[in-house]
């Protein structure tokens, strides 16, 4: 079955740029949507965006200006890359296969925690 | 401020029927299916109900969906312990080229 694992700095610096990347185990990377969702401590979800294997992306329209994100069938992963990063940004970070391309995410990856602090 | 709307929080004892709402839009719940998600403490969200009303193996029958116009519900009937978690709504949403929205989520209590 298909798994997912986030890695990436546990810590980043404010105005700095957040890099995490999700590794996909377990079957192909190919042919699906892959996103990535990020949970504040105590409160909901949000979706930061999404890749296609083709590499076309669509973005949450409050963060595209600070968000980029790539993938690499070669290795099986995909990234994400955000900029500019502040207090506001500290929050589990998620990876998840969106089947269908239409909030169908499954499986999701354990989370990471980033914490932006100087 | 989210752009599904979920009631904050639900409650019922064990063996009770509960449902959670979702409220939308045109531009998304309306044009596009709902997905339902639910989230124990300390761990990811597993996903529960896809396309309005379709279980993922292994997810029991107690568990249902359904999608009317802008809203859709998640209902849980049987209500377990183990069922006391946070539920959350998404849609894809077609508005400035397409992104996906969630609702903010209810925390289920299990009394």
């Known amino acids: 079955q298909v798994q997912l694992q986030e890695s990436g700095p546990g810590l980043v610096k404010p105005s700095e740029t957040l890099s995490l990347t999700c590794t996909v185990s377990?079957?192909?990377?190919?042919?699906?949507?892959w996103s990535w969702i990020r949970q504040p401590a105590g409160k909901g979800l949000e979706w930061i965006g999404r890749?296609?294997?083709?590499?076309?992306?669509n973005y949450n329209p409050s963060l595209k200006s600070r968000v980029t994100m790539s993938v690499d069938t070669s290795k099986n992963q995909f990234s994400l890359k955000l900029s500019s990063v502040t207090a506001a940004d500290t929050a589990v970070y998620y990876c998840?296969?969106?089947?269908?391309?239409?909030?169908?995410?499954?499986?999701w990856g354990q989370g990471t925690l980033v914490t932006v602090s100087s | 401020q989210s752009v599904l709307t979920q009631p904050p929080s639900a409650s019922g004892t064990p063996g009770q029927r509960v449902t959670i709402s979702c409220s939308g839009s045109?531009?998304?719940?309306?044009?596009?299916?709902v997905n339902w998600y639910q989230q124990l403490p300390g761990t990811a969200p597993k996903l529960l109900i896809y396309?309005?009303?379709q279980r993922p193996s292994g997810v029991p029958d107690r568990f249902s969906g359904s999608k009317s116009g802008t809203s859709a519900s998640l209902a849980i009937s049987g209500l377990q312990s183990e069922d006391e978690a946070d539920y959350y709504c998404?849609?894809?949403?077609?508005?400035?080229?397409?992104?996906?929205?969630f609702g903010g989520g209810t925390k289920l209590t299990v009394l």
């Open positions: 998404a849609a894809w949403d077609d508005s400035l080229n397409g992104h996906v929205v």
């Open positions: 998840a296969r969106d089947v269908v391309g239409a909030s169908w995410f499954d499986p």
């Open positions: 396309s309005n009303n």
């Open positions: 377990g079957g192909s990377i190919s042919s699906y949507y």
């Open positions: 890749i296609y294997t083709s590499g076309s992306t």
């Open positions: 045109s531009s998304n719940i309306g044009s596009n299916t």
